[in-house]
């Protein structure tokens, strides 16, 4: 990797750094800049407009709540759409494709925010949707840090290495699973923590279209905690498969810390965390407080769904706040020369490649297929089960009559 490494800086200092996404491109890299401008122009024009209608409407609160979120999501969209262009544009790396897909998550949690705000009787469907791309950010973070410790027998040979470091070939386990069998620093710890993050996004999918057609059938009970409703148990299970999830992508980022560092994981992850847990959260505390009647109905709108209210027009002003932050901590400098990764663009022999493959790598074929995979191993290790079972059976020695 050194001597890799070394031979990047001496192309940088021939000028030979195209490959690196430092020249090309420079019509589409103002290109993108100039839109972006032009966008938020547009913007001041539409704030006229949004002051008129206020005027018009005389400062009812659901409509200035509305044209808040409106604001907020477009201040935010643009500049996750224009991180999204630029790491198209400079695609050398199958890691940008993590990148890009939590970028995509600022424009898709705002807009379907705002549109829930909007148009209150398809909140459900489209806070579920949304909430479902939640489990997709935590999965694309985890193989994002996964795919840079490189092919599975170089990721397994690190393990080892740094199992010899610690004196002891078992991972150390973290609250609040310190009591629970610890996991060797081998192919058993990658596949573990993998299927661990997986799950969240096979249960969160499935939770998800689950919502959707009970809410047809008026038995989903958004926000009521009775038995008899599916939204008690969508909050334990869901809460319960969240939690693992998220333990194993620490455990997996507290042992492999130091081989990740050039990706600069802990920022990384704390902006993901902080997307689910305190989402999450907030949206527990404010359900809470309409239950408890603290919020009021206002208008048509029942107490819940003024909460409702409250909770997507929150994540409408928080999304400018990630996307600010995702524009430093997800950017596509990350990959030029000279970047925190110039060592590993290097040692894999990494080239500039087509918009066509950025774009035709981020669709999530890479899921469904490691969901695949997990389906058959199960299937196997279930008929291998059925198979031991009944040879275990034919050999027991039978009573005599």
Request: net charge neutral; proline share 3%.
């Amino acid at each position: 990797v050194g001597a890799a490494a070394a031979g990047a800086e001496k192309d940088l200092e021939h000028g030979d750094v195209d490959k690196y996404g430092i020249h090309d491109h420079e019509f589409w890299v103002g290109t993108s800049s100039a839109m972006m401008w032009l966008t938020y122009a547009m913007l001041i024009v539409l704030f006229i407009v949004v002051i008129w209608q206020f005027i018009m409407f005389q400062f009812q609160t659901h409509v200035v709540a509305w044209t808040i979120g409106a604001c907020f999501v477009a201040l935010a969209v643009p500049l996750s759409l224009q991180d999204i262009h630029m790491h198209i544009i400079h695609y050398i790396s199958p890691l940008q494709r993590h990148y890009i897909r939590i970028l995509w998550m600022v424009p898709i949690y705002s807009v379907e925010s705002w549109l829930a705000l909007r148009f209150n009787d398809q909140k459900v469907y489209l806070e579920t949707l949304r909430e479902a791309y939640e489990a997709f950010v935590v999965y694309s973070l985890y193989k994002l840090m996964r795919e840079y410790l490189g092919p599975k027998p170089m990721a397994v040979a690190k393990l080892k290495r740094i199992g010899e470091k610690k004196g002891s070939d078992r991972a150390t386990m973290l609250f609040p699973m310190c009591w629970s069998y610890k996991w060797r620093l081998d192919a058993q710890f990658l596949t573990r923590s993998a299927l661990g993050v997986w799950q969240y996004v096979f249960i969160r999918t499935a939770l998800a279209l689950t919502a959707c057609v009970l809410e047809m059938f008026h038995l989903f009970g958004e926000g009521s905690f009775a038995p008899d409703k599916f939204y008690l148990w969508n909050v334990i299970i869901l809460n319960l498969s969240q939690c693992w999830a998220l333990w194993c992508l620490v455990l997996f980022y507290h042992e492999l810390r130091e081989e990740l560092a050039p990706i600069r994981p802990l920022g990384k992850f704390m902006v993901v965390k902080a997307v689910v847990f305190f989402s999450w959260w907030q949206q527990m505390i404010v359900t809470y407080l309409a239950s408890a009647e603290v919020i009021h109905h206002y208008l048509d709108y029942t107490g819940e769904d003024v909460a409702k209210g409250i909770q997507n027009l929150l994540i409408c002003i928080e999304m400018l706040i990630y996307a600010l932050l995702h524009k430093k901590i997800f950017s596509y400098k990350d990959f030029r020369a000279g970047g925190p990764l110039s060592s590993y663009m290097a040692a894999m022999h990494l080239q500039q490649k087509s918009t066509k493959d950025a774009i035709g790598d981020m669709i999530p074929t890479d899921v469904m297929l490691e969901g695949a995979s997990y389906v058959v191993k199960a299937k196997k290790k279930i008929a291998e089960q059925i198979h031991k079972h009944e040879s275990d059976t034919t050999k027991a020695p039978h009573p005599d009559p």
